[in-house]
């Protein structure tokens, strides 16, 4: 139970608060309340694949393990448009908004203050060509979910939400101790 004096603060503060201009209200809110970076992944899975399926994996700079496509987000974009956008970029995948569905979680809020939008989507491989610029990625690859490469820590954390990868079955994924 809130004490009497407690309540009557906040129901003053609410009541002085609600008279601002809302412009000003926005921003106090944006004062006081944490500050996430949002991004945006893609799950792109295999059409033809049998067994477990293969997904669709990057290797980016430092190139010491695979990840997903993804990126942040521009200001005021849509966080579908966003991965579609990702997608194309790194992968040279091009796929409309409408062809990503919402995966299940669609938002992976991190600790370190990031927030992930993550959504999925299908392809067959034999007529999807791959497309990299050797620079933001060095290559891109097919790859078995039962037999996955080396995968980046944030990779591996972010699949074993999907149940996917390495940390399958941890949920949630442990954070490592040796983290910054």
Not at 73 to 93: C, I, T
Not at 161 to 179: E, H, K, N, R, S
């Amino acid at each position: 139970m809130i004490p009497r004096s407690r309540a009557t603060g906040r129901a003053l503060f609410y009541q002085a608060f609600y008279r601002l201009p809302l412009p000003v209200r926005r921003r106090l809110v944006r004062l006081a309340v944490p500050k996430y970076i949002v991004g945006a992944v893609t799950l792109v899975r295999d059409t033809e694949a049998t067994g477990a399926g293969r997904l669709l994996m990057l290797r980016q700079p430092p190139g010491k393990g695979w990840s997903l496509p993804a990126g942040l987000l521009n200001r005021g974009e849509a966080p579908v448009v966003g991965a579609a956008r990702e997608l194309f970029e790194e992968s040279g995948v091009r796929l409309a908004p409408s062809r990503l569905r919402p995966a299940v979680p669609n938002a992976i809020v991190h600790a370190k203050g990031w927030v992930d939008m993550v959504f999925e989507a299908e392809v067959p491989a034999s007529s999807t060509e791959l497309v990299v610029d050797g620079g933001e990625v060095f290559e891109a690859a097919w790859h078995p979910l039962d037999d996955l490469p080396k995968l980046t820590w944030p990779t591996a954390r972010l699949l074993a939400y999907y149940d996917i990868g390495p940390l399958a079955g941890q949920f949630p994924p442990p954070v490592p101790d040796d983290t910054p």
